[in-house]
């Protein structure tokens, strides 16, 4: 049997980037073959296995096939005869679509180091079609290596339009499709995964929601580039540029989604579309099964991020329901992350990126002042059950009056 890399590893090594998962592929063994060297079975649906001691993927080459509509549908043939130029032509990506042996030495029948040098991404084979995640892995990997200056070929942006066209996205699993968005939201420009999704008719397949903010305009006073669409971009872009985490990145590209439901002649305004929002953002969250720390925090952005940037003017009793909307005496991080992604949404703006943003501090020290009012003292007074909450609630907003009294003198 012989062993060769393929796919990231190889990729990424030609890139001269660091490599982190491995993945190998085996030609010319039997799956009894492989057992018998102790290299443990996974994967219920392919021949893939675990080395005995590193614990690297090995999977044995394959040919597929498609049979039926979704990710299911899918049969593979894996059998000593397959060769690796096969297995290969199977891959969605030309750069991922290189093998090397032990000694470096690269098979490459797709001219993916041709594609990589060029920084095209660019599909191996028509049966690309045959499996409409790779709309969503081309996107993913226009948003890693956006920054290297690659782009999609035209060919390929064909393709993923008619995929779009098909219908064929709605085949996917939320599992498999919220692995490939959250790990897009990740990349460095993610805001490309979402610009590629939108040029090939993906995003209105996808996320109806997000797709409906282009052409919808906004105020131009406080937004310069108007458009809402290309503002959520510029949102989830300094999402990244600032680091942010996952649950911040998600809630950044679903924050404005009522300003799709604006009627038109309500334009360039948005009345209350913080809350006519809500609905579509659960829709969303949903449709992709997303995990509960990300549904939370983006109902509660979309839901109070104006509150964020109105800040230094809200009432202290408004600033106080604010804060104990958010639990923040139990869950501080989660108003940290909402502060986050309120400064993301003011810097998400043309021209305006570098500004500062007073509202973040304000909002910690305002948290700060509730969080340190003390329960024993109401405790000795004998207050107790709900009218404990009430003392300690009045007791808050007392703070807080002192706070927004000192803070905006
Ligand atoms: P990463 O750096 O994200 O791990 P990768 O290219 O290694 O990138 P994997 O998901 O680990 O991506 O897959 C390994 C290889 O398997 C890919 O490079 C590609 O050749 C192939 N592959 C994975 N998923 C698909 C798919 N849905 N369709 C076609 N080929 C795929
Ligand atoms: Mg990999």
Partial sequence: MQVYKVGGAVRDRLLGLPVTDIDRVVVGATTEEMLAQGFRPVGADFPVFLHPKTGEEYALARTERKSGRGYGGFTFYASPEVTLEEDLIRRDLTINAMAEDDQLNLTDPYHGQRDLEARILRHVSPAFAEDPLRVLRVARFAARYAGLGFTVADETMDLMRQLSESGELQALTAERSWKEISRALMEDHPQVFIQVLRDCGALKELMPEVDA???????????????????????????????????????????????????????????????????????????????????ELALLVGQYHTHG????????????????????????????????????????????????YPQADYLRGAAKAAREVAVQPLLEQGFKGPELGEALKRERLKALKAYKEAATA
């Avoid at 108007?226 to 300094?238: K, R």
Wanted: aromatic content about 6%; charged content about 30%.
């Fill in 213 to 295: 903010l282009f052409g919808v305009p906004q105020p131009e006073t406080h937004h310069p580039e108007i458009d809402t669409g290309l503002h959520a971009l510029s949102v989830l872009e300094q999402s990244s540029l600032h680091k942010q985490p996952l649950t911040v990145r998600w809630a950044c590209l679903l924050h404005d989604l009522g300003k799709g439901l604006t009627p038109e002649e309500e334009w360039p305004r948005h009345i209350a579309h913080e809350h006519t929002g809500l609905k579509l953002i659960k829709a969303v969250n949903e449709r992709f099964k997303v995990p509960k720390d990300c549904q």
């Fill in 309 to 356: 940037h109105r800040a230094l003017e809200l009432k202290a009793s408004t600033l106080l329901e604010l804060l104990q909307s958010f639990d923040i005496y139990r869950r501080p991080q989660r108003f940290e992350e909402f502060i986050a992604a309120c400064e993301m949404d003011a810097r998400g703006r043309k021209g305006l990126e570098q500004r500062s």
